[in-house]
């Protein structure tokens, strides 16, 4: 019983929100390692069209409210992501012809590219609150838990619950599929290998009658549909503010690193390597190791590694020793 | 080099006559900056203050009092202490209406105001580190300092007899200072304190934080945050894993967004915030309506009351300098004397001629205890069916 209690301490406040977290982290990082595969830059923009997807979806899925459109159990914002990605779409689209073109016609250095895009972020930044506002939107709906903590303590009888978020499950969920589909897309189809031929040797790919400009917009649809699909998942899960968007880029780019910039899996792995560093680390085992030990053994304190203020040092420091052991990331990637 | 300095000294001398009868007074507010859109309507507030003292016809024989704004920024020190430089030195001012955020007044204070000996009545800076600062009795605020406050919540929670909570605050001087304030007090009272733990606002995840209050445990969570920020996700994780259902806000975390978000989750939680009630708030309403100020904005009051204290405080000492203002604050601000409501300032300025005393009450019943600042009233509130229910007031 003692140790049934201790897991479920562990899965409520470690395991699954991390899980979530996580996944949220590896959509995220897959875009951005989808855009260093295949244009050749860090795009630091992806925090804000993550932002500017997610803000389409919040007012389609105002609209779908209004309308008296309804999932029943399921937030309503699932039928607007598709809005969200067409905008998301339309955004980066129109920015790469404007802006991501000429720089690659001149064949510009990927460290333009970078500061290129930051100017983008700042642009994308204004254009978001100006169209929705800096504040927080609360857009989610439906029912809120699979299972509520208090539900779970009368169910099993345990001393502690275990909550799990509609949006936790759907999250995972759905980043679950996305990634299969991306993966069934990248290895299966013609156009995913054109993609990962003209990643691998630009020159070649060319030779071989690949069209580079299909492939530069084929992959910023994909980006933009990873984006917003990671950008509602988050909202639901937690709330919707601009802000809180643009400072998502840094774990991004973390997990993206740290599993190996360029490459798909890495991206994965890294979301969760950032998610549980961040969670479990400076988690206070008091409470496992309360119901874990006898009486005599069990501890005063709080059995903390670390105070939560060190949780953003912790991932970075992993992303250093990474860096430093395996420049290409834990799973090989290109070196930055 | 005699031609340049003839040259500049000349406007000096001529501005200096023109304007002899004119006390001039900083209002050094952030136009600029986070609170933006707030110090419009603190600075109308004590201009108006000033305004009426002038059309009182009562003050000072032929004195009128100047209002010079300036900007603090809020945030950026140097910006501020720049502007209040330039106000003492360029404008020649007798005192300063300001600043507002605790940062920058922290750094006018020690600066400009000290140096020369120019006092400052703050109506919004509520860092408790304030209280103690080195100020040569040239220091006031009509704002309570967040110490008093950490004393009010952690008489709330002994009230309901509550000895065990988590603490959480926003990572920067207002939630760290809230937090020392209130684990002092709610310590001496014999509470028990698990974790204290930071976070960070706007940032993406609250898991690990609410993981460690968790463990940590305790009857309630204290969050000491702000209602859109942090503090609302803090609270928000915290109710999605189950880990606390009882949490005690301090005034960040007061606001109508936070209601409509939680909904009935919160209900039962409680907290405190600064709070104007009775006759001097709703004479204030009266006042700042007809005069065309918003009112109900956040640190107006406070703000009239400050310009007003500033006035007063010369008129008492019977010169528009700055060593009457400094010498004469506490005296117009407390009892024993008639009692005054905003909108009686030329009956306040009557009494002082004819050699009276006056306990100026204000908008927010000024009272400064301990070194010049607001003793402050504060609301006790608990959330109820969905909405703030008063209490007490404190």
């Keep these: 019983m003692d140790f049934l209690n201790a897991f479920v301490a562990l899965a409520n406040f470690v395991i699954v929100p991390a899980l979530a977290y996580g996944s949220q982290l590896a959509l995220g990082a897959l875009g951005v390692t989808l855009i260093y595969a295949i244009l050749r830059f860090s795009n630091f923009a992806h925090g804000d069209t993550m932002a500017w997807g997610t803000m389409c979806a919040v007012l389609a899925t105002w609209g779908l409210q209004a309308a008296g459109v309804s999932l029943g159990p399921l937030p309503t914002a699932l039928l607007a992501i598709p809005v969200g990605i067409a905008g998301a779409a339309v955004l980066v689209l129109a920015t790469d012809r404007v802006v991501y073109r000429f720089y690659r016609a001149q064949k510009a250095k990927p460290v333009i590219l970078v500061i290129v895009s930051m100017g983008i972020m700042f642009v994308y930044n204004g254009l978001t609150r100006f169209i929705i506002g800096p504040d927080d939107q609360n857009f989610a709906d439906g029912e809120r838990f699979l299972i509520s903590a208090r539900d779970f303590k009368v169910m099993t009888g345990l001393d502690e619950g275990l909550a799990i978020k509609t949006t936790q499950a759907l999250t995972m969920v759905v980043a679950l599929i996305t990634v299969a589909l991306l993966f069934w897309f990248l290895n299966r189809t013609r156009t995913g290998k054109s993609m990962r031929a003209y990643s691998d040797n630009e020159d070649l790919a060319l030779l071989s009658g690949i069209n580079p400009e299909r492939v530069v917009t084929v992959t910023w649809l994909i980006v933009a549909a990873l984006a917003t699909i990671a950008g509602v998942l988050y909202g639901l899960d937690k709330s919707f503010k601009p802000f809180t968007y643009f400072q998502l880029l840094l774990p991004i780019f973390a997990a993206a690193i740290v599993g190996g910039i360029g490459n798909p899996l890495g991206a994965i792995a890294g979301g969760f390597v950032i998610a549980f560093s961040e969670v479990g680390i400076t988690y206070a085992w008091k409470k496992v190791l309360g119901y874990m030990m006898p009486e005599s053994l069990e501890p005063d304190g709080l059995v903390q590694l670390l105070s939560t203020d060190y949780k953003f040092a912790v991932s970075f420091v992993i992303l250093v020793i990474v860096l430093l052991f395996r420049p290409t990331g834990l799973f090989k990637g290109q070196t930055i | ?394």
């Design chain 2, 1 to 394: 080099m005699k031609k340049w300095l003839l040259a500049s000294a000349l406007p000096l001398a001529t501005a200096g006559a023109a304007y002899a009868d004119d006390a001039k007074i900083g209002v050094i507010l952030g136009f600029t900056g986070p609170i933006e859109s707030l110090t419009p309507s603190m600075a109308g507030s004590a201009e108006l203050a000033l305004a009426e003292v002038n059309e009182s016809g009562n003050f000072l024989e032929n004195v009128t009092l100047v209002p010079v704004r300036a900007d603090s920024t809020c945030i950026d020190s140097a910006a501020a202490t720049a502007a209040a430089e330039r106000l003492v030195t360029t404008d020649g001012i007798v005192a300063i209406m300001g600043a507002d955020c605790s940062g920058v007044t922290g750094a006018v204070l020690s600066n400009v105001a000290v140096p020369n000996g120019v006092p400052m009545i703050s109506p919004s800076a509520t860092s408790p580190a304030l209280s103690s600062v080195e100020d040569n009795g040239l220091f006031f605020r009509t704002a309570p300092s967040d110490a008093r406050q950490g004393e009010v919540l952690a008489g709330i929670l002994g009230e309901r007899g509550i000895s065990s909570v988590a603490v959480t605050y926003t990572n920067n001087d207002y939630g760290k200072g809230f937090a020392d304030a209130f684990e002092a007090a709610f310590t001496a009272a014999g509470g028990e304190i698990t974790l204290a733990a930071p976070h960070e606002d706007g940032k993406a995840d609250y898991s690990a934080e609410v993981g460690a209050l968790a463990s940590a445990g305790g009857d309630a969570l204290v969050v000491l945050g702000y209602s859109d920020q942090g503090g609302k996700g803090m609270i928000q994780a915290s109710l999605d894993t189950g880990a606390f259902d009882l949490f005690a806000m301090g005034d960040g975390m007061y606001s109508d967004a936070l209601l409509a978000d939680l909904g009935s989750d919160i209900d039962g939680s409680f907290g405190s915030v600064p709070w104007a009630e009775g006759e001097g708030a709703d004479k204030f309403a009266e006042v700042a309506e007809a005069a065309g100020v918003n009112a109900e904005s956040t640190y107006t009051r406070e703000s009239y009351d400050a310009a007003a204290l500033i006035a007063l405080a010369m008129a008492k000492g019977g010169e528009s300098s700055s060593a009457a203002v400094a010498a004469n604050i506490l005296d117009v601000a407390n009892a024993p004397g008639e009692p005054i409501l905003p909108g009686e300032l030329g009956k306040a300025l009557e009494i002082l001629k004819n050699g009276g005393d006056i306990d100026y009450v204000g908008a927010t019943n000024v009272e400064l205890i301990g070194p010049g600042e607001a003793a402050g009233t504060y609301r006790y509130y608990e959330i109820k069916d969905g909405a703030f229910e008063t209490v007490s007031f404190k």
